[in-house]
């Protein structure tokens, strides 16, 4: 839970000898705290006149995390079969009733926060505002506990508890269905319950007497002093009399922190030579004086501790992986530490803690989104494998902010720290840095102010966890942004919101570094080895865009013999008659294989744009041509075509594989074949912000696509390029072809195979032609989100 490790005090010998209140035993996990438990139980069991809304704080070390760990051992109905209930004081146990909510803020934004009360409670909302509304509008009340709310966000530097408390707490105390206990750092707890009726709302500050509980205090420190339950025998530890006066000295001393008396005991335990219990006028007051204390007694200079420690105080995450301790302590200390390190864990002993964690460790080439079944071991692969690793970490976030107190130039060893992090990338390869400097080298950045300046490379862009990364980023002035920066940071919510693999996350930057201009930055992400699904070919920001659709211009006789329409940005030239002879033609012309296939093969491959009327370079739809066979159809068929009647919408011709536009009629614009499509091997699916392109023969998604705002409009050419449009604009996308896969002749007639995997029904066939063959896509169906939302939760 994040508060001090003290040993429970659970030895029944010890509970007869020092009961709780009024001769009760005290709870076996935080020893008495009976006055909070008390009104705990009160606000638990709604009993009248207890506040609807609880806010626990107190000064770091207070014990408030451990409290509140204890008060849910007697809310949970399977916990509590294992204490003795009929021990304990009966007005510090709530009836047994279901087990409130306790969603977890470590390490998570305000809105992650909130999404995760919102699945929690199986909430229908459709945008993170919703989330707290739809709560309030519950017929029955809800009861949530927010512990270590000091611990959220996925950097420290951007000062996540403050906005957690602002955007959620407040919101939630502020419903009156919601029965809400928290625990929040002083400076925060009373903007909490500062807008609720008198007596809705409570703050419990555990330095206050009454609720500090002096006896409890030392009950704890004199059952972490017992033999009988660990501690090693020594005088004052095995004679009753001489471990009780030891207790009550250290909690007097440690004057109501938790934390404090709980490192004097340890320090004391470690070192036990030497220690005088007589003369305890030199015990610590606080925690940075414990940190010195322990150094002395030790015969080493507190600097030398801090220096040790610094580099554990100043990480990100869940800790600091121990193979980087040594190189980062000598980078804070700007000499080196080796032998410090080598030889310092009785020093550093009672204030670390090694911790083994299941950590992500990327595959050196993430596959793209080609799967047959979303969740099967082939997209597993593709995404993180995982392993064991340790990190190191203190023993309390108290600690850290005491050693970061005392380091003379905190941003200068966040840069140093960084610069060493930067460094151990070998040969610059994200792929294959150390998951920590991967993901937390952001958040180093910022702390030393130089942020900026690191985010020039897609590579990193990429590879980093995209949820701290765009954590460090919004921290930064925008003004202060590149323009890279700026691309990442409008298109991290994708990001966030899929929690793609490497190389999804590199194909949707890839895409928005063509649409911002940013061409050599999208280049840099194709030369990495991930192999990503699609070459952005171009984007066009236009306003109001209302459909799309591929075709082709024919063109000009190689002899130039006829003229045909002219590109708007220069080139090829040919004859519009020439043209629409072609075009009319089409369907009754005598001519042999041969001449048409030379007309095939000097066609011109166009995207034809349903854009507002007045749009540079389009040509106005003649009333009724609109999505008409052989004209300006789209790929989301009549519907666009409406739009286009009643809107007063023209058509803008752009060239399909390259930039420029095209000055022709729309009316030449041929339409790829029924047969065409069919027999294509890319088919394309496609809901309200997410679309994807099927392998046909495979049943595979080759390519997946999402939006932050709805398309407007999508279409793929039988040769693999990918049209689609929003009211923003229009960009193409070259999927490639795949390989082909012999199939066994069908028994029967050919034309079964493709009706044997019809498109989604939702999915509107163009004007023109029906829409492709595709497999179906039970998991996500057309006109719904696509897929996970991620832990960003970003859901409208």
């Given at each position: 839970m994040g508060d001090e490790e003290f040993m429970n005090a659970s030895d029944d010998a010890s509970n007869e000898e020092h009961g709780g209140a009024v001769g009760y035993a005290p709870h076996p996990h935080i020893g008495d705290r009976t006055a909070v438990l008390r009104a705990l139980a009160a606000w638990r069991m709604q009993w009248p006149g207890a506040p609807r809304v609880v806010v626990l704080t107190g000064s770091p070390g207070s014990g408030r995390s451990r409290l509140v760990t204890g008060f849910l051992m007697l809310c949970d109905p399977e916990y509590r079969k294992q204490l003795p209930l009929d021990d304990l004081d009966p007005t510090i146990v709530p009836p047994d009733l279901p087990a409130p909510a306790v969603p977890d803020p470590r390490g998570l934004t305000a809105d992650q926060f909130l999404w995760t009360i919102a699945d929690h409670y199986g909430l229908g909302a459709a945008r993170t505002s919703d989330i707290v509304p739809e709560l309030a509008a519950a017929t029955d009340p809800v009861t949530i506990v927010v512990p270590d709310v000091d611990r959220a966000g996925p950097v420290r530097a951007t000062e996540e508890p403050a906005r957690l408390v602002r955007d959620v707490l407040k919101p939630l105390a502020a419903a009156g269905t919601v029965q809400l206990l928290a625990d929040v750092p002083r400076e925060l707890a009373a903007e909490v319950i500062e807008s609720l009726p008198a007596g809705q709302g409570q703050v419990i500050d555990l330095d206050e007497p009454r609720w500090a509980d002096p006896a409890g205090l030392v009950l704890q420190v004199e059952t972490s002093l017992d033999p009988r339950l660990g501690a090693p025998a020594l005088p004052?530890?095995?004679?009753?009399?001489?471990?009780?006066?030891?207790?009550?000295?250290?909690?007097?001393?440690?004057?109501?922190?938790?934390?404090?008396?709980?490192?004097?005991?340890?320090?004391?335990?470690?070192?036990?030579?030497?220690?005088?219990?007589?003369?305890?006028?030199?015990?610590?007051?606080?925690?940075?004086?414990?940190?010195?204390?322990?150094?002395?007694?030790?015969?080493?200079?507190?600097?030398?501790?801090?220096?040790?420690?610094?580099?554990?105080?100043?990480?990100?995450?869940?800790?600091?992986?121990?193979?980087?301790?040594?190189?980062?302590?000598?980078?804070?200390?700007?000499?080196?530490?080796?032998?410090?390190?080598?030889?310092?864990?009785?020093?550093?002993?009672?204030?670390?803690?090694?911790?083994?964690?299941?950590?992500?460790?990327?595959?050196?080439?993430?596959?793209?989104?080609?799967?047959?079944?979303?969740?099967?071991?082939?997209?597993?692969?593709?995404?993180?494998?995982?392993?064991?690793?340790?990190?190191?970490?203190?023993?309390?976030?108290?600690?850290?902010?005491?050693?970061?107190?005392?380091?003379?130039?905190?941003?200068?060893?966040?840069?140093?720290?960084?610069?060493?992090?930067?460094?151990?990338?070998?040969?610059?390869?994200?792929?294959?840095?150390?998951?920590?400097?991967?993901?937390?080298?952001?958040?180093?950045?910022?702390?030393?102010?130089?942020?900026?300046?690191?985010?020039?490379d897609p590579a990193l862009f990429a590879h980093a966890d995209p949820v701290t990364l765009r954590a460090a980023v919004e921290a930064v002035p925008y003004d202060t942004l590149g323009a890279p920066a700026r691309t990442y940071l409008r298109t991290a919510p994708l990001l966030t919101r899929s929690q793609a693999p490497v190389a999804m996350r590199a194909a949707l930057l890839e895409t928005a570094f063509v649409e911002d201009g940013l061409g050599p930055y999208a280049d840099a992400l194709h030369a990495l080895d991930l192999d990503l699904p699609w070459r952005t070919l171009w984007s066009v920001s236009l306003p109001g865009v209302t459909g799309v659709t591929v075709g082709s211009l024919p063109q000009a006789p190689a002899d130039g013999a006829a003229a045909g329409p002219g590109l708007a940005g220069g080139g090829q030239e040919s004859d519009a008659s020439s043209g629409a002879a072609s075009n009319s033609d089409a369907g009754s012309s005598d001519a042999g294989s041969s001449d048409a296939s030379a007309a095939a093969s000097a066609a011109l491959p166009v995207a034809v744009v349903l854009v507002p009327e007045g749009t540079p370079g389009s040509r106005a739809v003649p009333s009724g041509s609109a999505g008409t066979d052989g004209g300006a159809g789209t790929g989301d068929g009549a519907e666009a075509s409406d739009g286009a009647r009643a809107g007063g919408t023209a058509v803008l011709i752009h060239q399909l594989l390259g930039p420029g536009t095209v000055d022709a009629d729309p009316a030449l614009v041929l339409r790829p074949s029924e047969d065409a499509r069919a027999a294509a091997p890319l088919a394309l699916s496609r809901g309200a912000d997410y679309l994807r392109v099927w392998d046909r023969q495979r049943r595979t998604v080759v390519a997946a696509l999402i939006s932050d705002t709805p398309f407007t409009g999508a279409d793929l050419s039988p040769e693999g390029v990918l049209v689609v449009a929003t009211a923003r604009g229009v960009k193409a996308l070259r999927i490639p072809l795949p390989e082909p896969v012999p199939l066994p002749e069908p028994p029967g007639d050919t034309a079964a195979t493709d009706a044997s995997v019809p498109a989604p029904a939702s999915i509107p066939a163009p004007a023109s032609a029906p829409a492709p063959a595709a497999p179906s896509d039970p998991d996500h169906p057309a006109d719904t989100p696509a897929g996970p939302h991620g832990r960003e939760g970003d859901r409208s």
């Open positions: 004052y530890t095995e004679d009753p009399g001489a471990r009780r006066a030891l207790a009550e000295a250290v909690a007097e001393r440690a004057d109501g922190s938790r934390l404090t008396a709980q490192l004097a005991v340890q320090c004391i335990l470690m070192r036990p030579e030497g220690f005088d219990p007589a003369d305890t006028s030199g015990l610590p007051t606080n925690v940075g004086e414990v940190l010195d204390w322990h150094a002395q007694r030790l015969g080493a200079d507190p600097q030398t501790l801090r220096l040790m420690l610094a580099a554990p105080a100043l990480a990100e995450g869940e800790g600091l992986p121990i193979e980087l301790w040594g190189s980062l302590a000598n980078a804070v200390a700007g000499r080196d530490m080796s032998r410090e390190i080598a030889d310092g864990m009785l020093l550093a002993g009672p204030f670390v803690q090694p911790v083994e964690v299941q950590a992500p460790v990327q595959a050196p080439v993430q596959a793209s989104v080609q799967t047959p079944v979303q969740g099967s071991p082939t997209e597993q692969a593709g995404e993180e494998a995982t392993g064991s690793r340790t990190l190191l970490r203190l023993v309390h976030p108290a600690v850290a902010d005491a050693v970061r107190a005392g380091l003379a130039d905190v941003r200068g060893a966040q840069t140093r720290i960084a610069m060493a992090l930067l460094e151990a990338v070998p040969q610059q390869d994200w792929s294959r840095a150390d998951p920590y400097v991967r993901d937390h080298l952001a958040a180093h950045t910022l702390a030393a102010g130089l942020l900026p300046q690191l985010l020039t």
